[in-house]
């Protein structure tokens, strides 16, 4: 079995995660702030320390300017749906996931202004529109770190100095960057910063989270309303973070297996993570160039991207090769339009999207080499 779908999420996890979850399970799953034994301040201890962990990440101020939430996409609708107020203006970009599309889709409906920042063939940002687009009068500018469909980086600190300049504020979804590229919230100009765990930080599902300061946090209408362990007798959310943001019972072995994904990134590096995905993408495109009709949509030099490969086959129906990729050769990619419609449109692959292989750390030149052999086969209608 060979598992190119590390975009979706990553397959294998981090060593100990484990271990990690089934740890905490067995030795106690207690609700932080809502105990007073000591089982109770031992996973508070885990929990601070791994909000500490994430800080380190991203280079923000502390572990309480991090919010856990039940993933990426629910980050994602309370930044936006936390901040925009009908009547203000936000940008962002052609090459976003549904995550950002239709939680805008349904504030336009509410009479939010959404602007669209253009994109070329190659999924790269068209910088000088974006500039163009940021005015004095933007409220949010929300964009991708990278693209799911083709990797295609876009320049988050290039776009973080014009939001400073004008005064907009700037929200970066770091779904598919975050433990493989470096991202610091302070040098990157980042207000709030969406991250998933169980894409390249190598943890589990359910659970993902924001980084953002305690005043922007205060200006936020909280999405979700609950009990915090916190301020019980008000009827309102505290205006601390991380408790304004995170209502009810957090995910703990979820955290758990993040603590100890955290703890194997760190030793790697992140940059060590990139470089080697990064030689596993190059040995796939270096190969797949030398099979006639299959074409790389994205990118063309690899220091603008991710590894990750969309793939069009041009003649056969890329939804059939990916089947007898995994029918006939036990190689799992992903088809299809991989909830991002419009970046499909800028890279001329809509609608009958690409062959996405995303590669994870843990591939092997040896799988490279077997699914090239595989998709030649293909190719030839072997
Ligand atoms: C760029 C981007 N944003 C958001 C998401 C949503 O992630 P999740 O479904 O884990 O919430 C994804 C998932 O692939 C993504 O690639």
Redesign the pocket.
């Known amino acids: 079995m060979i598992y190119f779908d590390n ?2 999420t990553s397959h294998p996890k981090a060593p100990g995660v484990a271990d990690a979850v089934r740890d905490i399970i067995e030795r106690g799953c207690f609700n932080i702030n809502r105990g007073g034994y000591s089982g109770a301040y031992e996973v508070s201890e885990l929990v601070y320390n791994t909000r500490e962990k994430v800080a380190r990440l991203f280079d923000c101020h502390s572990g309480r300017e991090v919010a856990f939430t039940g ?3 629910l980050a994602l609708n309370i930044a936006l749906k936390g901040v925009l107020r009908p009547g203000d203006r936000v940008v962002t970009t052609r090459m976003e ?1 549904n ?1 950002v599309l239709r939680p805008l889709a349904q504030l336009k409906a509410r009479g939010v202004i959404v602007d669209t920042a253009r994109c070329f063939p190659d999924g790269t940002l068209d910088l000088a529109d974006m500039d163009a687009k940021i005015t004095a009068r933007t409220k949010l500018v929300v964009m ?1 770190h990278a693209s ?1 469909v083709c990797g295609a980086i876009l320049p988050i600190r290039e776009v973080g100095a014009i939001c400073r300049e004008r005064g907009a504020r700037l929200l970066v ?1 770091c ?2 960057t975050a433990g493989v590229l470096q991202v610091s919230t302070r040098r990157d100009n980042i207000d709030i910063l969406a991250f ?1 765990c ?1 894409k390249g930080l190598l943890a589990t599902q359910g659970l ?1 989270g924001l980084v953002l300061s305690r005043e922007l946090a205060a200006e936020m209408v909280p999405l979700v309303a609950g009990g915090t362990g916190s301020y019980s007798t008000s009827g309102d959310m505290p205006s601390e973070l991380p408790d304004r943001l995170e209502a009810g019972t957090l995910n703990l072995p979820a955290i758990a297996a993040l603590s100890a994904a955290l703890d194997y990134i760190e030793e790697t590096g992140v940059e060590t993570i990139y470089a080697r995905e990064m030689s596993l993408l190059k040995r796939l495109t270096d190969s797949v160039s030398a099979i006639p009709n299959v074409q790389i949509a994205g990118p063309s030099n690899l220091t603008d991207k991710i590894a990750v490969a969309a793939l069009d086959c041009s003649g056969i129906d890329n939804a059939a090769v990916a089947a007898r990729l995994d029918e006939d050769f036990k190689i799992m990619t992903r088809c299809g339009l991989h ?1 991002a419609p419009d970046a499909h449109r800028v890279l001329g692959t809509f609608p009958r999207g690409v062959v996405r292989c995303s590669l994870g750390y843990f591939n092997t030149e040896a799988e490279i080499d077997l699914f090239a052999l595989a998709l030649k086969q293909i190719r030839e209608g072997r």
Do not use: K, M
Request: proline share 0%; charged share 5%; hydrophobic share 20%.
């Open positions: 975009g979706s993933g990426v996409t996931h995550a991708t799911n979804d779904a598919q998933s169980h993902g909830c």
